[in-house]
C-alpha cells in the first residue's frame, strides 16, 4: 500500500523548492526515505509506501511529527487547553 500526499503547502511554507528538498531533508533529519513526487512528474507530491509491519508507520509517524513540530491544528488545540 501506499501514499500519495500532496505536500505543495509544507514545501512553499518550509521554503523548499521541491519535493525532492522535502525528501532529501526528511532523509537526514528524520530517517525516513520516501519518493519525490518528480519522480511520477508530480511535484509538489511525495510517495510513501506502507509494505511493513504495523509498528514501523506509527514508529515513522512519530518521527515525522518530531521532525517537523506541531501542525497549526494541534498548535491552536495545545494553546486552548492550556488556557484553561
Given amino acids: 500500500m501506499f501514499a500519495f ?3 505543495s503547502g509544507l514545501l512553499r511554507d518550509r521554503g523548499w523548492t521541491s ?3 522535502l525528501a ?4 537526514d533529519t528524520a530517517h525516513l526515505a520516501v519518493v519525490p513526487g518528480e519522480a511520477f512528474n508530480a511535484s509538489g507530491h511525495i ?5 511493513v509491519d504495523d509498528e514501523t ?3 515513522a509517524i512519530e518521527r515525522l511529527q518530531t521532525a517537523l513540530g506541531p501542525t497549526e491544528h494541534e ?4 494553546q486552548l487547553e492550556e488556557a484553561r
Wanted: charge should be negative; aromatic fraction near 10%; include cysteine.
Fill in 47 to 51: 510517495r510513501v509506501c506502507f509494505a
Fill in 75 to 78: 498548535t491552536a488545540a495545545q
Fill in 19 to 21: 519535493s525532492a528538498d
Fill in 24 to 27: 532529501a531533508w526528511l532523509l
Fill in 5 to 7: 500526499p500532496d505536500v
Fill in 57 to 59: 508507520p506509527i514508529n
